[in-house]
């Protein structure tokens, strides 16, 4: 494969000179015009033997042709450098704030993140583009920022089954008297760390497939949705003793099917997660104004105001119950984040004072 052969580069700011200067040069050719033509026609006379001022009269020999193309051709010559010089100034002072630009978006390209332009003032088209550059490299900073801590967690999450597993086959194959029913022991245990492995990574594709944002756009009933899930759940609480509570109204929207469904699914898993025996949830669906809502109330632990940020960050669980197998694995509300944030939902989250949450969704 050829390269294409280079095109010689061309400086922004020579080719806006040569644009500024032509249009001083010819406001210059304008204005000599103006002011030497009339001149043409002019004749001065002086009266012999006479001291007195020279009149202006109508005949005779005035100015000629020949010294007005003189100094005409004169001044079009100094003019020349003067407008070169100008447009260069000129076009040096807009520029500036592109060359800013161009520096803090090199330095970001390798790597320095934290950089910005901060171009300040005069408010203008430029200073406007400087901001939103801004705004953008703080996001793509968070951004990646995020990804990182992501990808460190997600790695932290995986190594400890696979950690488990690792230890559990080897102290099996290192026992010289493990019979039959040991060995039956320790397969039970190395498929139930595979379960929790492709749990995670199911729970991992989910959050990932969230974050990628739409990718079809149907007519969905939140009210069906949240039917479907109950339904697939409904034993899974009646086993701990929870009680559910269903208030669902039509409340028709425009998204991804499958996205809605993991929003509702991780929202009602949650609440029964972090439930306690003997608790209830209420899920209710609905339209108001222009949005569909859906909401999903629980019991459970009483949970501080200002760890309510935190539950939404991938892999972050309440702190007393972070080696609980039984809370999962600290991706649910991640999901339900993502999603919301994929359809351009309204997200509340409130902590209920005698314990639990109330999650409200508002759908556009």
């Known amino acids: 494969m050829t390269n294409p052969p280079l095109i010689p580069r061309r400086s922004l700011q020579a080719r806006l000179t040569l644009f500024y200067a032509a249009g001083i040069y010819a406001g210059g050719i304008v204005v ?13 006379t002086i009266p012999a033997h006479s001291s007195a001022p020279a009149t202006v009269t109508g005949t005779g020999e005035g100015i000629g042709p020949h010294q007005l193309l003189v100094g005409s051709a004169v001044a079009l010559a100094v003019l020349i450098p003067v407008a070169l010089a100008a447009g260069w100034f000129v076009a040096g002072r807009f520029l500036g704030p592109l060359r800013a630009i161009t520096a803090t978006a090199t330095a970001i390209s390798a790597g320095n993140l934290h950089h910005r332009l901060n171009l300040g003032e005069p408010a203008d088209e430029l200073t406007e583009l400087g901001a939103i550059l801004d705004d953008l490299f703080a996001r793509l900073q968070a951004s990646f920022d995020a990804h ?23 102290v099996t194959l290192a026992d010289p008297d493990a019979d039959a029913d040991a060995l039956r022991s320790a397969c039970q245990e190395a498929l139930a760390l595979g379960g929790h492995q492709e749990r995670l990574v ?7 497939t969230s974050e990628r944002g739409l990718t079809r756009s149907d007519t969905v009933d939140l009210a069906q949705v949240a039917t479907g899930v109950l339904a697939s759940r409904r034993d899974r609480a009646t086993r701990t003793n929870i009680e559910i509570t269903e208030h669902l109204a039509s409340a028709v929207m425009a998204g991804d099917p499958r996205l809605v469904e993991s929003l509702v699914a991780n929202l009602v898993d949650n609440a029964i997660r972090h439930n ?14 222009r949005q569909a809502t859906v909401t999903v109330t629980n019991s459970g632990p009483v949970i501080p105001d200002n760890q309510i940020p935190r ?12 080696h ?8 649910g509300l991640a999901i339900v984040n993502a999603v919301a944030q994929a359809h351009h939902a309204t997200l509340t989250t409130s902590a209920r004072t005698e314990g639990g949450l109330a999650i409200t969704v508002r759908f556009p």
């Open 324 to 331: 609980s197998r039984r809370d999962g694995y600290g991706l």
């Open 311 to 322: 539950l939404f960050q991938p892999f972050q669980r309440l702190a007393r119950d972070r």
């Open 148 to 170: 990182r801590h992501f990808v460190a967690n997600a790695s932290h999450e995986l190594r400890t089954p696979l950690a488990g597993l690792r230890t559990l086959l080897e």
């Open 202 to 208: 199911h729970a991992l594709l989910a959050l990932a």
């Open 32 to 44: 000599l015009a103006t002011v030497t033509l009339p001149l043409v026609g002019i004749q001065s």
């Open 276 to 289: 306690h025996p003997g608790g209830h949830i209420e899920i209710t669906t609905q339209t108001s104004g």
